[in-house]
């Protein structure tokens, strides 16, 4: 088989619809619009969504709960993981974590869980642990230090409170 010879599979490809063409094309006097009326013209129709000024679906729907944009999310890894990628003796941090590939965003920080056992020796430095986790890495003689938690935005008012408390104690200096 050379290259000249290659073809698409049949009924793979369409021919275009070639409009405006005549008659002869089958496509001929309206090109497939019809008469006249809004989708006939050009740039006619309307937006994606709309149901001819009747409420849209998406507005029918009724909307519930929400989102809370001070949420606290944690990256989490089990102690088994850890056995698996440290070394006996090493610190394991949030680099050292992100490193190995536990965790590929550490989002407001790490949270070892207590998944699994652990045999190996190691220093873990992460912002929160769960109770098994604690005690399953100090049995197996390593250390646990719970880094200080991210700081997380606050809203407008909080802001404008903190920067007027700012404020008044400069002012008073």
């Known amino acids: 088989m050379k290259l000249h010879e290659l073809s698409p599979a049949k009924g793979s490809n369409r021919e275009t619809k070639r409009i405006g ?8 006097k309206t090109s497939g619009k019809g008469h006249k009326g809004q989708w006939a013209r050009a740039g006619g129709g309307v937006r994606p969504g709309f149901e001819g000024g009747q409420t849209s679906l998406a507005r029918r729907m009724p909307k519930r709960g929400f989102n809370n944009i001070f949420k606290t999310e944690y990256a989490v890894v089990n102690v088994r993981d850890l056995e698996k990628r440290f070394e ?15 965790v590929k965003k550490p989002l407001d920080g790490i949270k070892v869980l207590g998944m699994g056992s652990i045999s190996k ?37 909080a802001n404008a409170k ?5 404020k008044a104690k400069f002012s008073k200096a």
């Not at 005549?22 to 496509?27: A, C, D, F, K, L």
């Not at 006996?88 to 536990?102: P, R, T, Y």
């Open 21 to 28: 063409r005549g008659h002869g094309s089958g496509w001929g």
């Open 88 to 102: 006996s003796g090493a610190v394991v941090d949030e680099a050292a974590i992100m490193e190995s590939g536990l």
């Open 162 to 166: 903190k920067r007027a408390e700012e």
């Open 121 to 157: 020796k190691l220093t873990v430095k992460v912002t929160k642990f769960s109770e098994t986790a604690k005690t399953k890495i100090e049995a197996a003689g390593g250390s646990i230090e719970a880094l200080p938690e991210k700081a997380k935005f606050l809203p407008n008012n």
